[in-house]
């Protein structure tokens, strides 16, 4: 089945820092969602892309659709206490619209 | 008010016990899915509906349930509770239609002991 190859699996960094973090498929995806996990709650979603190429941003977060589809990259510049948390990539899965498949998230440390 | 509310957000349980977690959702999507989330695993799907009448599995279906009472209400049970079963269940919504995009609850934490 599609799966997603996301890296690093965590990163610590110090406040300030920009950071990246990018997102593999073995087949392509005509959709590439981010979500952040903070402790103690669900997913939540950072930024949706939706065409080859598009590079969309959400404050001091930006992702990019890969131009191949088979891979997206999230940046977070000038990081902050409240960054911490781990980032999903996600996409649809299994030849469907109706199901996402993950990544197995990226675990973001910020040091102040 | 949260648009996706779980309940309860944690339990503890024994071997063999059944379990019901819940999911409502105000935000009048049709489509709703549970998943199920173990440290460096991501999420992974368990039951997904399109609408009242239309259940199916996921990736990891053995050992639940679903239930969908309504097209606000999706229910997950665990029959015979095993401790292999502990971990963070999340339940989520989508709309039919144009994105992909979908909304998650807030998550239980099950403990099988």
């Known amino acids: 089945g599609q799966q997603l190859n996301q890296s690093p699996q965590s990163m610590f960094i110090q406040e300030g820092e920009d950071v990246s973090m990018n997102c593999t498929s073995s087949?392509?995806?005509?959709?590439w969602l981010w979500y952040k996990q903070e402790p103690g709650e669900g997913p939540v979603l950072l930024i949706a892309?939706?065409?080859?190429?598009e590079l969309t941003s959400n404050g001091r977060l930006t992702a990019q659709f890969g131009i191949t589809r088979k891979d997206s990259f999230l940046n977070i510049s000038a990081s902050i206490p409240s960054d911490v948390g781990i980032y999903f990539c996600?996409?649809?899965?299994?030849?469907?619209?109706?199901?996402?498949?993950f990544g197995k998230g990226t675990l973001l440390t910020v040091n102040p | 008010d949260a648009d996706v509310t779980q309940t309860p957000r944690n339990r503890i349980t024994k071997t063999g016990k059944r379990i019901m977690l819940e999911c409502s959702q105000t935000?009048?999507?049709?489509?709703m899915y549970w998943y199920r989330q173990d440290p460096g695993l991501g999420l992974r799907l368990i039951y997904y509906?399109?609408?009242?009448?239309?259940?199916n599995k996921g990736e990891i279906s053995d050992g639940y349930s679903v239930s969908r009472q309504a097209q606000a209400k999706f229910s997950l049970s665990l029959e015979s509770a095993i401790p292999n079963q502990t971990a963070l269940y999340f339940c989520?919504?989508?709309?039919?239609?144009?994105?992909?995009?979908?909304?998650f609850g807030p998550g239980t934490r099950l403990t099988v002991l």
């Open positions: 892309l939706y065409k080859a190429g």
């Open positions: 996600a996409g649809p899965g299994g030849g469907s619209n109706y199901k996402l498949t």
């Open positions: 087949s392509i995806f005509n959709t």
């Open positions: 935000k009048g999507h049709d489509r």
């Open positions: 989520a919504t989508r709309a039919s239609g144009s994105t992909d995009t979908q909304y």
């Open positions: 509906s399109f609408d009242v009448k239309d259940i």
